[in-house]
T-cell receptor, first 117, second 112 residues
Framework: SAVISQKPSRDICQRGTSLTIQCQVD?????MFWYRQQPGQSLTLIAT?????????ESGFVIDKFPISRPNLTFSTLTVSNMSPEDSSIYLC??????????????FGSGTRLTVV | AQKITQTQPGMFVQEKEAVTLDCTYD???????LFWYKQPSSGEMIFLIY??????QNATEGRYSLNFQKARKSANLVISASQLGDSAMYFC?????????FGAGTRLTVKP
């Protein structure tokens, strides 16, 4: 499967500031997915990032708050802007992976544990 | 719209025993994939097992097996011979044509 390097692994940020999370994949992938996991909750899809086009955001997530870049087929960033304590979550990037022609779903980065104080 | 339901917020199992984690789903898609992931306290998401909607046999991966009942729209995870390291959150997920949706998760605790 693809290997994803995600950083930072954790950060503590002041409210009102922004944090950019980076994901680097060891192979070229068409789509990258960004998820948020609030404390004690499941994963919620924020947006899908395709190279060369605007990211597609899910209901409840907007570009001004979570701008995404996808400059090439191996890299993407998610910025959490103007942070508040409610943004404290784990943020995960993911990509498709398959084996022997079968799509096995997603592989994930190690996650970014964000605390906003 | 796709929906994944995990009705067990928490489960306990004795070490070396088997445990079943429940998952039901709802979709209008004919082709879909069902997945189970493990999330330890470190936060990473670890892929465990996959079942395609057209697969006739239940998937198995080592100590993990997926009890797939298509008519009932259920995809339960069975962990055999539980180990202390199996203590974690477990998420059921379904892949449609374009993205993946996750259930609420089940926290499994293995007792020594």
């Amino acid at each position: 499967s693809a290997v994803i390097s995600q950083k930072p692994s954790r950060d503590i940020c002041q409210r009102g500031t922004s944090l950019t999370i980076q994901c680097q994949v060891d192979s070229q992938v068409t789509m990258m997915f960004w998820y948020r996991q609030q404390p004690g909750q499941s994963l919620t899809l924020i947006a899908t990032a395709n190279q060369g086009s605007e990211a597609t955001y899910e209901s409840g997530f907007v570009i001004d708050k979570f701008p995404i870049s996808r400059p090439n087929l191996t890299f993407s960033t998610l910025t959490v802007s103007n942070m508040s304590p409610e943004d404290s979550s784990i943020y995960l990037c993911s990509v498709d992976w398959g084996r022997d022609g079968v799509n096995y779903g997603y592989t994930f980065g190690s996650g970014t544990r964000l605390t906003v104080v | 719209a796709q929906k994944i339901t995990q009705t067990q917020p928490g489960m306990f199992v004795q070490e070396k025993e088997a445990v079943t984690l429940d998952c039901t789903y709802d979709t209008s898609d004919q082709s879909y994939g069902l997945f189970w992931y493990k999330q330890p306290s470190s936060g990473e998401m670890i892929f465990l097992i996959y079942q395609g909607s057209y697969d006739e046999q239940n998937a198995t991966e080592g100590r993990y097996s997926l009890n797939f009942q298509k008519a009932r729209k259920s995809a339960n995870l069975v962990i055999s011979a539980s180990q202390l390291g199996d203590s974690a959150m477990y998420f059921c997920a379904m892949r449609g044509w374009n993205d993946m949706r996750f259930g609420a998760g089940t926290r499994l605790t293995v007792k020594p």
